[in-house]
Nanobody
Framework: QVRLVESGGGLVQAGGSLRLSCSAP????????TGWFRQAPGKAREFVAA????????WYADSVKGRFTISIYNPENTAYLQMNTLKPEDTAIYYC??????????????????WGQGTQVTVSS
């Protein structure tokens, strides 16, 4: 299993920005997709965004397109989720996820191999 270490998150006012990081120390797989899911209180866990190791392929949920940007810095095996124009409905625990040996990002939690510990994002109105 690949260990995923998350950082970032916090409290921000609506319209503000936050950046999440997800590092994978020791990642050796050539084919690996890193992404984020989120879960708000009382709601189902949902896919947010994902990126492949090359950075050439990115996937976004419709709810965050145009506001969130996912990127990757391979020398440090770290992916980033830049979240702009945040809304109160973006409030959730955000989980970094990873899956190996595929080229298309799954949209369901169970299809991922690795999970981070989660980080809280709270957007106040």
């Amino acid at each position: 299993q690949v260990r995923l270490v998350e950082s970032g998150g916090g409290l921000v006012q609506a319209g503000g920005s936050l950046r999440l990081s997800c590092s994978a120390p020791g990642l050796t797989f050539d084919t690996y997709i890193t992404g984020w899911f989120r879960q708000a209180p009382g709601k189902a866990r949902e896919f947010v965004a994902a990126i492949d190791r090359s950075g050439a392929s990115k996937w976004y949920a419709d709810s965050v397109k145009g506001r969130f940007t996912i990127s990757i810095y391979n020398p440090e095996n770290t992916a980033y989720l830049q979240m702009n124009t945040l809304k109160p409905e973006d409030t959730a625990i955000y989980y970094c996820v990873g899956v190996r040996a595929i080229t298309l990002a799954p949209r369901t939690w169970a299809e991922y191999d690795d999970w981070g510990q989660g980080t809280q994002v709270t957007v106040s109105s």
